[in-house]
């Protein structure tokens, strides 16, 4: 995973990304709010780990801003907040999960693992519906017993479409959560990417919510 790691005791930022980084994860390390906010901006990525306390503005109006800028990026505070208060604004912030320091590296590990189980990252394969397998390192949707090869960022706008099936998904969001802001495409390039996915799997897949966006349908 790539991670967005803001921290800023430089004892417990080193100590997390070192580990984070010996789990294999790539991980850019920040020390205020403005700096995280520059990098996320400017790269994407898997997972954001986010202070509260920390230099610039806090981490809930951070992720606050995030969300309502529509980037949907899976987010875990790790904080020494821990009144049921601010549990609350944590969660009403838009977080995924709430880590209470001082805590255990390994429970990270655990909070880590359960945000890539819920968002389906890195699994291998995606059961989609009885009919439809993605095999994501392959790069291929298999449909039918059919293999059929698409492309990276197909994949991506694929399993992002999945992963937000209950909502409708504008191109918008699409483009925020899966560029950079320097590399974003215009909307006809997102849009032939769909198009081209609906060819693929059929249009009952992904369907077109005429004005508005996209929406995953697997019934």
């Not at 020494?80 to 001082?102: H, N, Q, R, T, W």
């Not at 699994?123 to 492309?151: A, P, R, V, Y």
Request: proline content about 2%.
């Amino acid at each position: 995973m790539k991670i967005l790691l803001m921290e800023d005791d430089l004892i417990l930022n080193e100590i997390i990304e070192e580990h984070l980084q010996d789990k294999g994860h790539t991980v850019i390390s920040t020390y205020d709010a403005n700096s995280a906010q520059n990098h996320l901006y400017e790269d994407t990525f898997d997972l954001l780990l986010l202070d509260v306390n920390v230099p610039g503005f806090t981490g809930f109006e951070l992720l606050k801003e995030l969300r309502d800028n529509g980037i949907k990026i899976p987010a875990i505070f790790i904080t020494s907040l821990d009144m049921i208060d601010d549990v609350e604004k944590g969660f009403a912030s838009g977080c995924d999960d709430y880590i209470k320091k001082p805590f255990e590296l390994k429970e990270l590990d655990l909070r880590i693992n359960n945000i890539k189980r819920l968002f389906n990252i890195y699994l291998s394969t995606l059961k989609i519906s009885e009919n439809c397998i993605i095999d994501k390192e392959n790069l291929m949707i298999i449909i039918e017993n059919k293999n059929i090869h698409i492309t990276q960022k197909e994949l991506d706008v694929l399993i992002y479409l999945y992963n937000n099936k209950e909502k409708v998904v504008s191109i918008d969001e699409l483009s925020l959560n899966l560029w950079s802001y320097e590399d974003s495409p215009s909307s006809a390039t997102i849009r032939t990417y769909i198009k081209n996915l609906r060819k693929l799997l059929g249009e009952n897949y992904i369907l077109n919510i005429r004005g508005v966006g996209y929406r995953f349908n697997n019934n």
